[in-house]
């Protein structure tokens, strides 16, 4: 059974950081690796949409415009580790951040229908 639990959410200051972690838990190593790995928020009123995610390979990463520039991804080296490194915060950053797992891989990777599985979400909130 593949689970994703998604943490690290909570109060911050714009222009502060968070860092948020989704754990992959389930699977083994080789049958995680076919799968791509991404973030989305869902802010109050809005619909889901893709933050950052792994492409094809891990060497390739997708971004939302809104985000360029202050977040990152990452991952540890078993892989079952992803994070999301936010920095500058800004009060329209808020919402609740979710990790999802899609197979096959794709460059197309910020497009939520692509994904099979979800975490449940953190809560980010930010504040001037």
């Known amino acids: 059974q593949f689970f994703l639990v998604d943490s690290g959410g909570g109060p911050a200051q714009a222009g502060g950081s968070l860092r948020l972690s989704c754990l992959v838990s389930?699977?083994?190593?080789?049958?995680?690796?076919?799968?791509?790995i991404g973030w989305f928020r869902e802010a109050p009123g809005k619909e889901r949409e893709g933050v950052l995610c792994?492409?094809?390979?891990?060497?390739?990463?997708y971004y939302s415009d809104s985000v360029k520039g202050r977040f990152s991804l990452s991952r540890n080296l078993l892989g079952n580790m992803v994070y999301l490194e936010m920095t500058n915060l800004k009060p329209e950053d808020t919402g609740v951040y979710y990790c999802?797992?899609?197979?096959?891989?794709?460059?197309?990777?910020?497009?939520?229908?692509?994904?099979?599985?979800w975490g449940r979400g953190t809560q980010v909130d930010v504040s001037n």
């Open positions: 792994f492409g094809e390979s891990d060497k390739e990463t």
């Open positions: 389930g699977v083994t190593v080789d049958v995680l690796s076919l799968y791509g």
């Open positions: 999802a797992a899609a197979r096959p891989r794709s460059n197309d990777c910020l497009a939520a229908s692509k994904y099979q599985y």
